[in-house]
């Protein structure tokens, strides 16, 4: 009787440690799942926000950004802020959220324009080169190949939102389009031995690159608040955001998360 009884007790012991283990190792796992969640439900926020580029300013210029303003006048990244904290608390079930935040940003503004840049010289050597021929061009004539494309009705005579006199505008700098289109015609009655659609283009090889990035993202922000973005702004506009949640849930305290994303990613 005195060895069953001990063996019994050795049953009970073993169990005890087996059960506590168990029970450790299902509240690791329910944190596991929890900060899993977390993780997920930040990625679904983001891709949201992102999703939420200006389709006006994608269909006519073929650039990805996020407008802060939303088509109203108020800007920044606070308003940016607030749809992320809504599609977050959304998504969320087992965590508490604590603080959002952005850690990071890059604008269409931010080195001389850069993004907006990149994006055009992009589009040009995926659309508009033929396919061989793409080593012949460096960034600045394909950046250019892909403005004569999206400015001019002398190129594209399918694009009606385009307004004559954008492509002269980049050339000559006057604020009244008449006097630009007036200036580009009398200079090209020089050139008779080419189309007036060579003439602008060659003009626009001749320009410094500084200049035709200026006066483009002129262009970009005028559309942009005629078509119904009036608060539009190229400093408020972005490719690129980090996001950091603090969270906290019962099993495993408080932790953040910070993910960052980028239309150049996708």
Not at 41 to 62: G, M, P, Q, T, W
Not at 72 to 86: A, S
Not at 138 to 145: A, C, E, I
Request: hydrophobic fraction near 30%; include cysteine.
């Amino acid at each position: 009787m005195r060895k069953k009884g001990s063996i019994s007790v050795f049953l009970v012991l073993l169990l005890t440690v087996i059960s506590g283990f168990i029970i450790r190792l299902t509240g690791a796992v329910r944190g596991s799942v929890s900060k899993s969640e977390a993780v997920l439900a930040v990625d679904d926020a983001i891709r949201s926000c992102f999703a939420e580029y200006n389709r006006k300013l994608f269909e006519r210029y073929h650039i990805l950004l996020i407008d802060s303003s939303y088509k109203g006048e108020e800007k920044g990244e606070d308003r940016v802020l607030d749809h992320f904290t809504v599609y977050l608390m959304n998504s969320i079930s087992q965590n508490v959220i604590c603080d959002t935040g952005i850690e990071g940003y890059e604008s269409a503004w931010d080195n001389d324009f850069e993004y907006i840049y990149r994006q055009g010289a992009d589009y040009a050597g995926k659309h508009l080169i033929p396919d061989g021929e793409s080593h012949l061009y460096d960034d600045g004539k394909l950046f250019r190949t892909y403005l004569v494309c999206v400015l001019g009705d002398h190129f594209c005579p399918n694009a009606d939102h385009v307004r004559e006199g954008e492509t002269e505008y980049l050339i000559y700098g006057n604020e009244d389009d008449e006097d630009n289109i007036m200036e580009a015609l009398s200079e090209y009655g020089e050139y008779e031995d080419m189309t007036y659609g060579d003439f602008l283009s060659r003009k626009l090889d001749d320009m410094e690159d500084g200049i035709i990035r200026t006066r483009f993202l002129d262009l970009v922000t005028e559309y942009m608040r005629d078509k119904g973005s009036p608060g539009f702004d190229p400093k408020d506009s972005y490719y690129s955001l980090t996001f950091k949640v603090v969270f906290e849930n019962e099993r495993t305290g408080e932790y953040s998360v910070t993910r960052t994303y980028s239309y150049e990613e996708t």
